[in-house]
T-cell receptor, first 112, second 117 residues
Framework: GENVEQHPSTLSVQEGDSAVIKCTYSDSASNYFPWYKQELGKRPQLIIDIRSNVGEKKDQRIAVTLNKTAKHFSLHITETQPEDSAVYFCAARGSTLGRLYFGRGTQLTVWP | GAVVSQHPSRVICKSGTSVKIECRSLDFQATTMFWYRQFPKQSLMLMATSNEGSKATYEQGVEKDKFLINHASLTLSTLTVTSAHPEDSSFYIC?????????????FGPGTRLTVL
């Protein structure tokens, strides 16, 4: 099955700085890579996703890049704000039943 | 947008009792729904994949007789934790993929906090 690794597990940045979270996956057949933001005690919220036929996608301060050859994808948040503080999960959709394989999560803290 | 609801949001029960959690897609139909369990400061762990009209597919290590899943319609899946014990206390979250979206995006319910005394 698919194996998704996520780094770092914690990330602290100053307000206004950029934050980068990286994930790798093992199954070359995986074709969909979403990123979720989860605040404490709440549901994961989809913030951006990318499909395997695209190398980069951007939505305002958030961008995701995908390198299929190296089997890694990254989340980039620019001009971070304190409200960006949360746990971020990457995921890869494997070839089985459409299920998602999640990384372990990154606790992002943005200091004012 | 696609909305998924869960009920109840929070439940406290005595050890040995059964608890049913409902997951509903409110504005879309979903052939497949997923049930996850999340312990504090950990990632989402997939328990089972729920398919409308057929048996659920359970992940390795998840007891199908303990975690009963019924996907009665294209908008409703239920998870019943039978004979709950304190170690079953966790945050249970469902997700669903709209049929119309080709099954890519998954939208999560708000979760159910289960506490077993």
């Amino acid at each position: 099955g698919e194996n998704v690794e996520q780094h770092p597990s914690t990330l602290s940045v100053q307000e206004g700085d950029s934050a980068v979270i990286k994930c790798t996956y093992s199954d070359s057949a995986s074709n969909y890579f979403p990123w979720y933001k989860q605040e404490l005690g709440k549901r994961p919220q989809l913030i951006i996703d990318i499909r395997s036929n695209v190398g980069e996608k951007k939505d305002q301060r958030i961008a995701v890049t995908l390198n299929k050859t190296a089997k890694h994808f990254s989340l980039h948040i620019t001009e971070t704000q304190p409200e960006d503080s949360a746990v971020y999960f990457c995921a890869a959709r494997g070839s089985t039943l459409g299920r998602l394989y999640f990384g372990r999560g990154t606790q992002l803290t943005v200091w004012p | 947008g696609a909305v998924v609801s869960q009920h109840p949001s929070r439940v406290i029960c005595k050890s040995g009792t059964s608890v049913k959690i409902e997951c509903r897609s409110l504005d879309f139909q979903a052939t497949t729904m997923f049930w996850y369990r999340q312990f504090p400061k950990q990632s989402l762990m997939l328990m089972a994949t729920s398919n409308e009209g057929s048996k659920a597919t359970y992940e390795q290590g998840v007891e199908k007789d303990k975690f009963l899943i019924n996907h009665a319609s294209l908008t409703l899946s239920t998870l019943t934790v039978t004979s709950a014990h304190p170690e079953d206390s966790s945050f249970y979250i469902c997700s669903a993929s709209p049929i119309a979206g080709g099954g890519n995006e998954q939208f999560f319910g708000p979760g159910t906090r289960l506490t077993v005394l």
